[in-house]
Structure formats: C-alpha cells, structure tokens
C-alpha cells in the first residue's frame, strides 16, 4: 500500500499578493450542542490556524458563546438564525458535538442536498449509522463529502465492532467507500484514506500523543480549511483530504519531536503547528517532494 505522499501540491496554496480571503475558501462548521460546544470551536480554530479565509460555526446549543474571546476571528451563530445561502460556503463540515436530536438529523439531511464538498464527522456519522435513508441521500450526492469516522464510527457504520474494523483496517475502509461512495478517512493508528477512484493510502506520521479529546476535531477542521483553499487554488478534495492527514499527524510527531508530548499534547497544540507545516510547505514546494520523502522514510 502506498503512503500518502502528497506534500508538494501544498505549493499551490502560496499566498499571491493581490488575494482575498475569499480567495482562500468560507468554512461553515455545524455543530456543538448543549455540553459540546467546544468541539466545533476546536474545528473552527483548526480551519483558521489552516488557512481558511474565513470561518463560521452554527451551533445547535442555545447557550453557545456569541463570540470567543481567545479567537474572536470566528462567527459564531445559532443554527437557527443561519441562512445557508446567504453564507454560501465553499465547504461545510458537521457533526463535532452535533448530538444526535431530531434537529440534527434534519440538518444532515439539509446539508447532504447542497451542491457543497462536506466533511462529515462525530455525530453526522452516527446519524448516518442509524439512517439508512441518510446513506442513500449521501451516496446521490454529486458535490463531493469526506467521512472521518474513527474505528467506534465505522464499527455503527459497518454493524461490526471496533474489534473487527481494526482487525482489518484495509477490508474496513474499502466497505466504508462502497457503502458511502464517498472519500473515507479511517482514522486511527496509521489512517488510512481511499475514495471510490483512488485504492487505499495511509499515513505514516503520527502517535499515540494524538490519542486525546478533540484531536478528531482539530482534523476535521484541517481538511475543511485545505477542502476551502482548494476551491480556487486547484487542490481538488480528495489531495486536500489525504494532505490534511498527513499535515496533522506530521504536526503531533513535530511537537512530540520538540518535547511537547506525547503525554499532555492538546489538540489545539497540533493546529498551531499545523500552520508552521502548511506555511514551510507552501513555501518551498520544490524541496518539498524529497523533505517530504524523508520524512516518510523515517517514520515507523
Ligand atoms: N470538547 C468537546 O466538546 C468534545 C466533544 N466531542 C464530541 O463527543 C461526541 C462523542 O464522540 P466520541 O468519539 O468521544 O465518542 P464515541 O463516538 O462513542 O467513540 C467512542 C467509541 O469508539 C471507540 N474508539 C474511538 N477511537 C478508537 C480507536 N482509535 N481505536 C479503537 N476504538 C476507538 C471506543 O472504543 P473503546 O473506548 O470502547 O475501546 C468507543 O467504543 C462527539 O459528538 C464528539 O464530537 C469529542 O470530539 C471530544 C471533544
Ligand atoms: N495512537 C495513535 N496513533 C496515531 N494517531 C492517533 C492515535 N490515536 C488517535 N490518533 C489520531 O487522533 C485523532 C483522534 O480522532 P477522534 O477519535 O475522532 O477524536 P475526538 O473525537 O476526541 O476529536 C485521529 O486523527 C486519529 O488518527
């Protein structure tokens, strides 16, 4: 199986002098219920320490924050008062501490008839799960969506235990692609990432440092910063997914590297070197194929 080795197409995301933050993709997170609420501001402070040119989170919670000090960057929304239209983002990403309430439900099944790439995680996957009409409006849609179910995810997804999925990772993605036919991250030791076209890569990078609350999160929010950035800088979906694994695996073995961790490393702490990851990367994509080699070569 090959491992993901896309570091060079980072290039394309080098800032241009006379761009916008439209240029550079609107990220719309929706989720964060009552008891959750950090779990998408995990994933909108991902995206914005990614690239995103600009981030909205909708909550279902009625007492989420209206604004958060830390990153006042971010808008923050009630899901109710939120024309999606009127956002018209270049990429939506649900589920981090969504629940699984009839409002949520109803909310997948609006966002799966948009013509928009999503990134479905956490609780849409759990939706998803226990929905098979939800798999049939996932599998008609023609704009591209991204899974991340982790090996508890894909085990609903799959009726099987996480036992089972993680007896044969490789069996159990390529079933994640044929049920969802969309991208599937299968996350984990050593992810593994395919779609309907491409057979399944995985992830060198990576440790057990990772294996911490809103670590998920924090991915989710990379791949929808890169999915966003991708729409006018000619990365399609499926590099931005498989770069965006790899780019937070490499940042949590970066910091491990450093003595940050992997006992105490946060999830917020991988989005921060994400940035230093994304920005070297850009910069010097002509280097970057063989660094990028190396470094795969090293890893375990
Ligand atoms: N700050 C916040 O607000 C945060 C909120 N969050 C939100 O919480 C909600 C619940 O999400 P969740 O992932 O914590 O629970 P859930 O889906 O029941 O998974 C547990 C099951 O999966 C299994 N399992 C997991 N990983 C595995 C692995 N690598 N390898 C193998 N097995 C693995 C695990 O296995 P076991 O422990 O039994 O061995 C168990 O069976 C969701 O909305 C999320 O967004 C979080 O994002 C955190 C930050
Ligand atoms: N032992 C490990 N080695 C490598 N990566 C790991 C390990 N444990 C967790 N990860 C990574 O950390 C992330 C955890 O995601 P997830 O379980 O969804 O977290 P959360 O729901 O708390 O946000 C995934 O990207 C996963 O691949």
Same mark, same amino acid.
């Given at each position: 199986? !090959?491992?993901?080795?896309?570091?060079?197409?980072?290039?394309?995301?080098?800032r *241009?002098p006379?761009?916008? *933050?439209?240029?550079?993709?609107?990220?719309?997170?929706?989720?964060?219920?009552?008891?959750?609420?950090?779990?998408?501001?995990?994933?909108?402070q991902?995206?914005?320490?990614?690239?995103?040119?600009?981030?909205?989170?909708?909550?279902?919670?009625?007492?989420? &924050?209206?604004?958060?000090?830390?990153?006042? @960057?971010?808008?923050?929304?009630?899901?109710?008062?939120?024309?999606?239209?009127?956002?018209?983002?270049?990429?939506?990403? #649900?589920?981090?501490?969504?629940?699984?309430?009839?409002?949520?439900k109803?909310?997948?099944?609006?966002v799966?008839?948009?013509?928009?790439?999503?990134? #479905?995680?956490?609780?849409?996957?759990?939706?998803?799960?226990?929905?098979?009409?939800?798999?049939?409006?996932?599998?008609?849609? *023609?704009?591209?969506?991204?899974?991340?179910?982790?090996?508890? @995810?894909?085990?609903r997804?799959?009726?099987?235990?996480?036992?089972?999925?993680?007896a044969?990772?490789?069996?159990?993605? !390529?079933?994640?692609?044929?049920?969802?036919?969309? #991208?599937?991250?299968? *996350?984990?030791?050593?992810?593994l990432?395919?779609? &309907?076209?491409?057979?399944? @890569?995985?992830?060198?990078?990576?440790?057990?440092?990772?294996a911490?609350?809103?670590?998920?999160?924090?991915?989710?929010?990379?791949?929808?910063?890169?999915?966003?950035?991708?729409?006018?800088?000619?990365? !399609?979906?499926?590099?931005?997914t498989?770069?965006?694994?790899?780019?937070?695996?490499?940042?949590?073995?970066?910091?491990?590297n450093?003595?940050?961790?992997p006992?105490?490393?946060?999830a917020?702490?991988?989005?921060?070197?994400?940035?230093?990851?994304?920005?070297?990367?850009?910069?010097?994509?002509?280097?970057?194929?063989?660094?990028?080699?190396?470094?795969?070569?090293?890893?375990?």
């Amino acid at each position: 199986m !090959n491992a993901i080795n896309a570091l060079p197409l980072l290039g394309r995301l080098k800032r *241009k002098p006379d761009s916008h *933050k439209g240029d550079y993709g609107k990220v719309l997170i929706i989720g964060g219920a009552a008891g959750m609420v950090g779990a998408p501001l995990l994933s909108g402070q991902a995206a914005l320490h990614s690239g995103a040119g600009w981030v909205v989170i909708a909550f279902l919670s009625t007492n989420a &924050p209206a604004v958060m000090q830390a990153q006042p @960057e971010m808008m923050l929304r009630h899901v109710e008062t939120i024309d999606f239209g009127d956002i018209n983002p270049d990429v939506i990403a #649900i589920g981090p501490g969504m629940g699984t309430s009839e409002q949520a439900k109803a909310l997948l099944a609006q966002v799966f008839l948009m013509d928009v790439p999503l990134v #479905i995680d956490a609780d849409a996957l759990n939706l998803l799960a226990a929905d098979y009409a939800l798999i049939g409006l996932l599998q008609k849609r *023609k704009a591209p969506s991204v899974l991340t179910p982790h090996p508890g @995810e894909a085990g609903r997804l799959l009726q099987l235990s996480n036992q089972a999925i993680q007896a044969d990772r490789i069996a159990s993605i !390529n079933a994640l692609v044929k049920m969802t036919k969309a #991208i599937c991250v299968l *996350k984990g030791s050593g992810s593994l990432v395919a779609s &309907p076209e491409h057979a399944p @890569e995985i992830c060198s990078a990576g440790n057990p440092g990772m294996a911490t609350a809103g670590m998920g999160d924090v991915l989710t929010g990379v791949i929808a910063a890169l999915i966003g950035q991708g729409v006018r800088n000619s990365l !399609n979906v499926w590099d931005a997914t498989r770069l965006a694994v790899l780019l937070h695996a490499m940042a949590a073995d970066s910091l491990v590297n450093k003595g940050i961790g992997p006992i105490g490393l946060t999830a917020l702490e991988v989005a921060y070197e994400v940035r230093q990851l994304v920005n070297h990367y850009a910069e010097n994509a002509s280097s970057t194929d063989t660094d990028g080699l190396a470094f795969l070569l090293d890893s375990p």
